[in-house]
């Protein structure tokens, strides 16, 4: 049975609440992850966990990212992300907004790019 949009956002909403311990006031489509509600990597790593297990989806990009963009010196030198790094994000987050991570290049400013709507896009796509 597929589920709603409405019931796709809820979830993810709760598993974001629950992961960070955050007010559910605070977990708006626009909130980012890292900046606006303290995400760390290992919360992450909690959020993409609680999301496969509750969608059925692996949600796997912070395996990918890391391991074909942030550590490959095509993509990154000297913590700064090339044009060439630029364009893979896009290519593999395709929909999500890489404004933040433009503006400054800092591969450590890579989680920035999450926002809660983004994680429910992403989860979305995968159940597509």
């Known amino acids: 049975m597929a589920m709603t949009e409405s019931e796709i956002r809820d979830r993810v909403r709760a598993i974001i609440v629950e992961a960070l311990g955050v007010d559910e006031d605070d977990v708006t489509p ?25 969608f059925g989806v692996r949600v796997d990009v912070n395996e990918r990212v890391i391991s074909t963009i942030m550590n490959d010196e095509r993509f990154v030198r000297e913590s700064a992300i090339t044009d060439e790094g ?43």
Do not use: H
């Not at 593999?92 to 983004?118: A, K, M, N, W, Y």
């Open 30 to 54: 626009n909130a980012r992850l890292t900046d606006d509600l303290g995400a760390e990597s290992i919360d992450y790593l909690d959020i993409f966990f609680q999301i496969e297990k509750a």
């Open 86 to 128: 630029m364009d893979e994000l896009r290519r593999q987050l395709p929909g999500i907004d890489l404004g933040p991570l433009e503006e400054s290049r800092d591969v450590r400013r890579f989680t920035s790019i999450f926002t809660v709507e983004s994680v429910m896009d992403l989860v979305k796509a995968r159940l597509a």
